[in-house]
């Protein structure tokens, strides 16, 4: 059996662009001025924007990652490998929970200004989920994962919420990594139990896109008692993407094994010709193309558009080696998690700052370049901190 690397170089190139450009639309969304076409759409339009893709690929990415990152840790056994994928699971879960409790902090009611709550809620997360390595003894790891540990447990204590009927922390959404962590349980259980068998993947990316489809279409309805306590989340929208990722790496790697890699394009091509064909043809039965709502046509379209890119990065990347193109960005994809998680530092510290800049920068061009150069500082804040050890992993 043929093994490959931990690290394929055109997923980390994937993923630090797709990172760099999430950290983007996320500080643009709010600045007036700046091209529509940039941003999400309304709940309620029939339309995609740049921002609208950017998740679907992430999750894509990350079933691009689980072949790659099981083919060793199977020799492991299957205790280890299985206790991996459910605390990583659990992890992001966690923090999405908590990431979603930020947006209805009472300010009024409790005892700290909302950023200087979520700073300190940050930096448990630094503190609980910090890569300590090896040369770090015990005791000081159990130290400082305790401290991270009493901080949350305060920082709990003293939330109140703007939701009605709710006092404390409570369910609203699961989160932007909530919904990852939820996507890469199933997902990962099912590569694992399947032994990556190719037929198994892709069967369980079409249940997942035809899981979707039924609810948009009503079919599912009869589930509606049990829907509140048992369900997919996210309508079968967020593990359709996965399972994408993962059906893509198990034919690389078939394909590379046999030294037919080249038909990869072809095949990645064609899928994606596929999917946005259907995807154009369901939309007008299945409300339109909305991320919001997490209609039919969004998730064929938009894996057409996660294949066709990275299509683009394997023949970039991994056929032509133009690999030092990325590196400027690099720290984005190997240190994904770190990158997220920085800005939820910065935006709190800086709101505490009172630290004003000019009127040209909080709209229209101005802002478009002022988001842009965010996105590169918070990459090359967590390059350096990872040149400290400071990285996070789960």
């Known amino acids: ?52 893709t ?30 991996r994928i459910a605390s990583r699971s659990l992890a992001l879960v966690f923090i999405g929970f908590f990431h ?11 005892a700290l200004p909302k950023p200087v709550w979520e700073s300190l809620v940050t930096f448990s997360f630094f503190f609980i989920f910090l890569d300590y390595g090896k040369e770090t003894s015990n005791l000081k790891r159990y130290l400082l994962q305790g401290f991270g540990i009493a901080l949350l447990i305060a920082m709990s204590a003293l939330y109140r919420t703007t939701d009605p009927g709710h006092t404390w ?20 259980l099912i590569y694992y139990y399947s032994g990556g068998h190719l037929w198994i993947q892709a069967t369980a990316w079409i249940f997942f896109m035809m899981f979707n489809l039924d609810v948009h279409f009503g079919f599912l309805n009869f589930l509606e008692p049990v829907q509140k306590y048992v369900w997919i989340a996210g309508n079968g929208a967020m593990q359709a993407f996965t399972m994408a990722g993962v059906f893509v790496s198990v034919l690389y790697m078939r394909l590379k094994a046999n030294n037919e890699l080249k038909m990869l394009w072809a095949a990645l091509i064609l899928i994606a010709i596929i999917l946005f064909n259907l995807g154009f043809i369901v939309r007008y039965f299945s409300g339109g193309i909305n991320k919001t709502r997490d209609t039919p046509s969004w998730v064929l379209i938009c894996t057409g558009i996660s ?88």
């Open 1 to 52: 059996m043929n093994t490959f690397p931990d690290r394929i170089r055109s997923i980390d190139a994937f993923r630090a662009f797709t990172m760099l450009l999430m950290i983007f639309v996320n500080d643009l969304d709010g600045i007036p001025g700046t091209p529509q076409w940039l941003k999400h759409v309304a709940e309620n339009a029939d339309g995609l924007g740049l921002a609208d």
């Open 100 to 110: 979603a409790n930020m947006e209805t902090y009472n300010e009024a009611a409790t």
């Open 54 to 83: 950017i998740f679907p690929a992430f999750l894509f990415i990350v079933g691009l990652s689980i072949p790659f990152a099981f083919q060793n840790r199977l020799k492991t056994g299957n205790y280890k490998l299985l206790s």
């Open 307 to 394: 294949l066709i890119a990275y299509a683009i990065f394997i023949f970039v990347v991994d056929f032509k080696h133009k690999y030092n193109w990325f590196k400027i960005i690099e720290p984005a994809g190997t240190n994904t998690f770190t990158c997220y998680i920085v800005p939820f530092i910065f935006y709190p510290l800086y709101e505490m700052s009172n630290i004003g800049y000019p009127e040209y920068l909080s709209q229209g061009t101005g802002g478009l370049i002022k988001c842009i150069v965010f996105a590169f500082v918070m990459v090359w804040l967590t390059g350096l901190l990872d040149k400290i050890n400071v990285r996070l992993k789960i």
């Open 169 to 188: 922390l409570h369910f609203t959404w699961w989160g932007i990594l909530g919904l990852i962590g939820w996507s890469y349980l199933v997902c990962a």
